[in-house]
């Protein structure tokens, strides 16, 4: 089955660090792009950071200077490294990412389930 799965969120003092991983499951060859975005309750849907197959990243300017995307490929996993965080960071994280079920195969587009990270004040 191919899977993204998140994990790492948590509750958290504002100020305080956490770090967000997305694991792809074996039936997946290798990761391309991938993003992290999350979404508040009651807000739509945003972007918060992407990093390449080369490992280029770009990230949204309301968390610039605080969050580091990463990314292992031989594990073939993402990280969102999160520090100073806000009470307004406060949202379920996912992760998404076109992947390679074959190498040979057209890339598919995948989201994973969420993670919940609640930031206190």
């Known amino acids: 089955q191919l899977q993204l799965m998140e994990s790492g969120g948590d509750l958290v003092q504002a100020g305080g660090s956490l770090r967000l991983s997305c694991a792809a499951s074996?039936?997946?060859?290798?990761?391309?792009?991938a993003n992290w975005y999350r979404q508040a309750p009651g807000k739509q849907r945003e972007l918060v950071a992407t990093?390449?197959?080369?490992?280029?990243?770009n990230y949204a300017d309301f968390v610039k200077g605080r969050f580091t995307i990463s990314r292992d490929n031989r594990k073939k996993q993402v990280y969102l490294q999160m520090n100073n965080l806000k009470p307004e960071d406060t949202a379920v994280y996912y992760c998404r990412a076109t992947v390679y079920h074959d190498p040979f195969d057209r890339p598919l587009d995948l989201w994973g389930q969420g993670t919940q990270v609640t930031v206190s004040s």
């Open positions: 990093v390449t197959s080369g490992g280029t990243t």
């Open positions: 074996a039936s997946i060859y290798s990761i391309n792009v």
